[in-house]
């Protein structure tokens, strides 16, 4: 599986972004999706996963209410919606596929990672 990330860039906080991540590949293989983001000097951490079949989400506390989570099965992409950032924001987002099982999802333990695409948020 080949997963491509993009949508990142410049924004004033308060303001939105949404990333994409298509996928490639093997993509029947796929039970899970997710978004991570590292920050310069910090290590990577989970943000938001979807479940591929049913759907189901799980977030991040600290993007909560702010971010949301969906996927596009008939494209094989899955998006990240970013609402109210904040410079707290600021990170290189990762976006990652997971196998069966799916155990661990809020972890790194992921089987394949995108490029990641950078998000700074100016305050």
């Known amino acids: 599986v080949q997963l491509q990330a993009s949508g990142g860039g410049l924004v004033q906080a308060g303001g939105s972004l949404r990333l994409s991540c298509a996928a490639s590949g093997r993509t029947f293989s796929i039970a899970a999706m997710g978004w991570f983001r590292q920050a310069p000097g910090k290590e990577r951490e989970f943000v938001a996963v979807i479940t591929w079949s049913v759907g189901n989400t799980y977030y991040a506390d600290s993007v909560k209410g702010r971010f949301t989570i969906s996927r596009d099965n008939a494209k094989n992409t899955l998006y990240l919606q970013m609402n109210s950032l904040k410079s707290a924001d600021t990170a290189v987002y990762y976006c990652?596929?997971?196998?069966?099982?799916?155990?661990?999802?809020?972890?790194?333990?992921?089987?394949?990672w995108g490029q990641g695409t950078q998000v700074t948020v100016s305050s």
């Open positions: 990652a596929a997971k196998r069966l099982p799916i155990t661990d999802m809020l972890t790194t333990n992921y089987d394949y």
